[in-house]
Nanobody
């Protein structure tokens, strides 16, 4: 079965940067799209960024200009570069892949201190 493993979360001060990684157990070009979602305390799980098989990207308005989604096909890995982090970015970040159905990682926690 498809496995997605996130890494790179941690504690960072406001204004700092982190890069999250999502390693997939199969060729990521198999998927129609992959993305990052986040769920903050008291909030619903929302899309942060997505990348399609063809390389098109989409971002939530709240992260445009600060976050960048990218991929390394040879490593079957999708990345989320997060810059200018703010306390409001604190959340569990989940990797997602879609191919007929949605597959989810278990999440990695990002905590941004003020």
């Amino acid at each position: 079965q498809v496995q997605l493993v996130e890494s790179g979360g941690g504690l960072v001060q406001a204004g700092g940067s982190l890069r999250l990684s999502c390693a997939a157990s199969r060729n990521i070009l198999t998927f129609n799209a992959m993305g990052w979602y986040r769920q903050a305390p008291g909030k619903q799980r929302d899309l942060v960024a997505a990348i399609t098989r063809g390389g098109s990207t989409n971002y939530a308005d709240s992260v445009k200009g600060r976050f960048t989604i990218s991929r390394d096909n040879a490593k079957n890995t999708v990345y989320l570069q997060m810059n200018s982090l703010q306390p409001e970015d604190t959340a569990v970040y989940y990797c997602q892949a879609h191919y007929g159905m949605d597959y989810w990682g278990k999440g990695t926690l990002v905590t941004v201190s003020s």
